[in-house]
């Protein structure tokens, strides 16, 4: 099985030997973020913004360690499961303190994974395979399954659209209290001003080493301030003057000018992830997928990832959702669907398809400048194509607002990091905007999702990834490598897609 080498060299998050971790409490750090996050509640959200921030406040039963296998959390071992892979049994931790002082147990549990299913696009996902959850006793919670579910470890372990374990008593779907079990719990919000995070004294960390976003966490700090700079170039310069102790999402080109500062050094992940465009599938002139696939056709994907990220030093075109060396890598469905720049060709299928002048709304945000870069290439070329383009900038919180609503967009542009499990895929999921739900994408991803057998899920993958092509519900763009700024008076920050600090310490 090919090994995902070049990505966990690159990003791995490092265990750090106990010996080094011998440091003091003490101190604020402050952390420069794309934005201010739509909502503190990591469940009914798939923005990496809101992941960020909430994985240091809220906790889920399993997370991902550094070679990205689920390990556990809040559980207390991986679960154990049936001969038939349909009854999965959680042990939980024992001793573990919600920030109001109550303990956790698995009527919490139990009562929050309903919530998750209820409210949550990756729980919804889930959901249609679950029987039941309930509590066999306080400690153990177990989960019934209509059929096998490969994924559902991994999408109990993810920090996106997250299956967050709180209070049974603290269920309604709108959250307006804020406790969970994490190592800091929210002290203040001051809309597009800080969010204030300060050490849970009741934390009961993991034993042993930490192991990339799983094993033990340290609060070395006294308080996390997350701070909004929604410009790039700001969050450049605050970089390279050293204001900020950690700045997220840097432009690619500010590599060299960040690795000259004194105050602060970059983190490169190489690669990171891709830019997508996802397509309104359910309403407006891209519910028509010839009309999609006249889109694609008249996109040029090299000119769109040379505009954002310039050289190939920081991304390569690739048309496989996943690169070479990940296992799920596979071409199927790719020759003769991707960076076609055939705006002639697309003009005449786009005519073929019914299409008429309707504005097609890309919804995009310079928080993300790599974003609009794309989206105004786009543009360049779907003009060419003869469509009518109304290009609608906005910051990325009303972004995520937005593209909830089937009425007010037809493509917005997102990216993702590479995931473990690719059932982590929002858009295979048909309540993530977007809605991708045709026959073609539920044969293919139950078909998938139900196989146990790792290498009979590789073939699998690769039906998906046709499929993905055949109905175009999004368009990859390509592999791209990140940028983020570290302050050198910072420690124990591993390069990672969505930085954590409970690591973190400042140097004495």
């Known amino acids: 099985m090919r090994l995902k080498l070049a990505f966990l060299v690159a990003t791995a998050l490092v265990a750090t030997p106990s010996f080094l971790m011998a440091q003091e409490k003490g101190g604020v750090i402050n952390v420069a973020t794309i934005g201010e996050p739509p909502t503190l509640d990591p469940m009914v959200s798939t923005a990496d913004l809101v992941g960020i921030v909430t994985q240091h406040i809220f906790e889920t039963l399993y997370t991902f360690d550094k070679n990205w296998k689920v390990t556990p959390l809040l559980a207390e071992s991986l679960p154990e499961i049936s001969a038939d892979g349909k009854t999965y049994t959680i042990k939980l ?84 209290d804020f406790v969970g079990t994490g190592p800091y719990m929210l002290k203040e919000r001051k809309a597009d001003q800080y969010i204030q995070l300060a050490r849970f004294d009741g934390y009961k960390p993991r034993e042993g080493e930490s192991d990339g976003y799983g094993g033990a966490r340290h609060q070395y700090l006294d308080e996390i301030r997350f701070v909004p700079v929604p410009d790039p170039n700001t969050r450049v310069e605050a970089a390279v003057s050293g204001q900020y102790d950690y700045v997220d999402s840097l432009p690619v080109e500010s590599f060299d000018k960040l690795k000259a500062s004194q105050a602060t050094q970059p983190l490169l992940l190489k690669p990171f992830g891709y830019p997508v465009f ?40 690739n048309g496989n959702i996943y690169p070479s060396n990940y296992v799920w890598s596979t071409d199927a469905g790719v020759e003769g669907n991707y960076n076609a720049a055939d705006p002639e060709g697309a003009a005449a299928a786009a005519k073929a398809a019914g299409y008429n002048g309707e504005p ?101 993958w690769a039906d998906v990834q046709k499929a993905i092509y055949a109905d175009v519900p999004f368009m990859k763009i390509g592999d791209f490598n990140a940028v983020a700024a570290v302050s050198t008076k910072l420690e124990g920050v591993d390069p990672a897609p969505w930085p954590y600090f409970w690591n973190a310490s400042i140097k004495k």
């Open 93 to 176: 931790r024992t001793g573990i303190k919600f920030h109001d002082g109550s303990d956790m147990t698995s009527e919490d549990v139990v009562a929050s994974l309903e919530r998750w299913k209820k409210l949550a696009s990756r729980g919804k996902q889930a959901a249609g395979f679950i029987e039941g959850i309930a509590a066999a006793d306080p400690a153990t919670v177990t989960i019934t399954l209509k059929q096998p579910y490969a994924p559902l470890a991994s999408l109990l372990a993810f920090n996106n659209s997250a299956a967050i374990i709180i209070p049974a008593e603290k269920q309604a779907d709108t959250m307006t």
């Open 278 to 317: 996802v397509f309104n599938t359910a309403e407006g002139a891209a519910k028509n997928v010839e009309v999609r696939k006249a889109i694609r056709q008249a996109l040029s994907m090299e000119d769109m990832m040379a505009a954002a990220f310039g050289g190939t030093d920081f991304y390569a075109l």
């Open 360 to 460: 097609i709304r890309i919804l995009t945000s310079r928080q993300y400048e790599f974003h609009y870069k794309m989206a105004q290439v786009a543009a360049e070329y779907l003009k060419l194509a003869g469509f009518t383009v109304d290009m609608q900038v906005v910051d990325w919180a009303t972004l995520t607002q937005r593209r909830a609503d089937k009425a007010l967009w037809d493509i917005y542009i997102t990216h993702s990091p590479f995931l473990p499990e690719p059932a982590l895929i929002g858009s295979l999921s048909t309540s993530s905007p977007g809605w991708w739900d045709t026959p073609t994408r539920k044969a293919a991803v139950d078909a998938f999702t139900s196989e146990v057998d790792p290498d009979k899920r590789v073939a699998l």
